[in-house]
Nanobody, 122 residues
């Protein structure tokens, strides 16, 4: 049984920062690729960032230079440091994990977290 538990969401003013965490438990072979998706109201879920256990990283163009993804393989935990937040970053952020990066990048993910709300507003 794989479980992804997210934390760190909340309300922040434009220009502020938040750090999301996602702790994974269960079959570690499922966690080669971990990452974050987000879904804003009325929009499709979109990839934010992904990272493999070897350290290969992908970012959405909209967050490059502002967000940083990292992971602690020993703890099966992935982090998303979000800086210079904008109102358009407001969304529910979902942790995702899969054994293969290509499946995570195209959204056919094996495992999802429950989601954490990030609201950027003054």
């Amino acid at each position: 049984q794989v479980q992804l538990v997210e934390s760190g969401g909340g309300l922040v003013q434009p220009g502020g920062s938040l750090r999301l965490s996602c702790a994974a438990s269960g079959n570690i072979l499922s966690f080669n690729a971990m990452g974050w998706y987000r879904q804003a109201p009325g929009k499709q879920r979109e990839l934010v960032a992904a990272i493999t256990s070897a350290g290969s990283i992908n970012y959405a163009d909209s967050v490059k230079g502002r967000f940083t993804i990292s992971r602690d393989n020993a703890k099966n935990t992935v982090y998303l440091q979000m800086n210079s937040l904008k109102p358009e970053d407001t969304a529910v952020y979902y942790c995702a994990a899969d054994g293969a990066l290509f499946r995570l990048l195209r959204g056919t993910v094996g495992y999802w977290g429950q989601g954490t709300q990030v609201t950027v507003s003054s």
